[in-house]
C-alpha cells in the first residue's frame, strides 16, 4: 500500500452525501451517476468497528476493479466511464478520495445477496453440525470442517440495515422476492463467477472459501454486478499451502479480526470494541498482501 494513512470517514463538500454504508460513503453526481468512495471501516458481524484498518478501502477498490475488468465477459457491472477527474475537479479533495473511489452508473439494488460457498466453513459449518444442510441444501455425511465441498452451493441472504443481521433464505423466497426469471439469473451468473475467480486464485495460491455478490437492475430490468467484488471483506481467502481439512485455515480477510472479536466479552451488538493497533496493523497487511497476489501489484 503506497498511502497507510486512515480514512474512517470521507468528507466531500462539492457532492451530495447519499449514504453511508458499513465500508463505503456514497455521494450523488446527477440522475445517471454517483460517487463511491471505499473507506478504511472495517465491519464486522454486522457491527461497524469505530477504529478504521489504513489502506483497506485503496485495497477493496484495486481488487474490485481487477475482477470487474477480468469477469466482464459474465456480467456487466456497475462502473462507468467518467474518471474521479471528470466529478472531482477539486485537485484537493480528489487527494482525499483518489484509489479508493469510482464513478458508478445508478442502478436499483436488488434486496438479495449472493452468498456462494465451496468449502464448509463459519456460518455454514454449524448448520451442517446441527443439520447436515446449508440454508436447507441437503450435504453429504460425514464432511470436515473446511472441507471443499462436492460442488459450490448458493446460499442468498436478506440484506440488512447496518449493525442489523443478514438472515439466510431459501432459493424460492428470492423467487417471491424478485421473480423466477431474475432469481434464476442471479443464481447462475453466481455460481458462475465463483467458479471462474475461484481457479483463477487458486493458481495464484488463494483459495475462496465462500463469497457474497451484489446485484443491481437498471430501468430496463438488465442485471449488474454492483458494490465490491471478490474481496477480502466480501470473501473468505486461504493461503492454498496453509490449507487443511479438519481445521479452521489461517487467511486474507477478516477472519482474523473475527478471531480476535471472538476473544472479548462481547455481545456482537453496536458499539464495537476498539481494536489493539498490532491487530489492525496484522489485518492491514493480510489485506496487501491478498491484493498483490490477486492482481499482481500493490494500490
Not at 452468498?115 to 441444501?137: A, F, H, M
Amino acid at each position: 500500500m503506497t498511502n497507510p494513512v486512515a480514512l474512517y470517514e470521507s468528507s466531500l463538500s462539492t457532492l451530495r452525501l447519499i449514504a453511508r454504508g458499513k465500508v463505503r460513503d456514497i455521494y450523488d453526481i446527477d440522475d445517471k451517476y454517483m460517487l463511491i468512495v471505499a473507506t478504511d471501516r472495517l465491519s464486522a458481524f454486522d457491527v461497524v468497528l469505530p477504529d478504521p484498518i489504513p489502506g483497506k478501502g485503496r485495497v477493496l477498490t484495486h481488487i474490485s476493479n481487477f475482477w470487474f475488468n477480468k469477469l466482464g465477459h459474465i456480467m456487466p457491472n456497475h462502473i462507468s466511464d467518467l474518471t474521479l477527474a471528470d466529478v472531482l475537479p477539486d485537485a484537493e479533495e480528489r487527494a482525499q478520495v483518489e484509489g479508493r473511489a469510482v464513478v458508478v452508473k445508478k442502478l436499483k439494488p436488488l434486496q438479495v445477496e449472493a452468498i456462494v460457498r465451496g468449502y464448509l466453513i463459519g456460518s455454514g459449518w454449524k448448520d451442517y453440525q446441527n443439520t447436515g444442510e446449508i440454508c436447507g441444501i441437503k450435504l453429504p455425511e460425514g464432511l470436515k470442517q473446511a472441507e471443499q465441498l462436492p460442488e459450490p452451493i448458493y446460499t442468498p441472504s436478506t440484506k440488512a440495515a447496518i449493525d442489523k443481521h443478514d438472515e439466510n433464505v431459501s432459493f424460492a423466497q428470492t423467487v417471491t422476492l424478485m421473480g423466477q426469471e431474475l432469481a434464476e439469473q442471479v443464481r447462475d451468473a453466481s455460481l458462475k463467477i465463483y467458479k471462474e475467480a475461484a481457479a483463477f486464485a487458486k493458481e495464484r495460491g488463494i483459495i475462496i472459501a465462500d463469497t457474497k455478490f451484489e446485484f443491481g437492475v437498471d430501468e430496463a430490468g438488465n442485471l449488474y454486478l454492483i458494490d465490491e467484488l471478490l474481496t477480502p471483506d466480501s470473501s473468505r481467502f486461504w493461503p492454498v499451502d496453509k490449507y487443511q481439512v479438519g481445521i479452521s485455515p489461517p487467511s486474507f480477510d477478516k477472519q482474523y479480526i473475527r478471531d480476535y472479536l471472538e476473544t472479548l466479552d462481547w455481545n456482537k451488538t453496536a458499539p464495537g470494541p476498539s481494536l489493539p493497533t498490532e491487530v489492525a496493523e496484522f489485518c492491514a497487511k493480510k489485506y496487501a498482501e491478498a491484493e498483490t497476489r490477486i492482481t499482481g501489484d500493490a494500490s
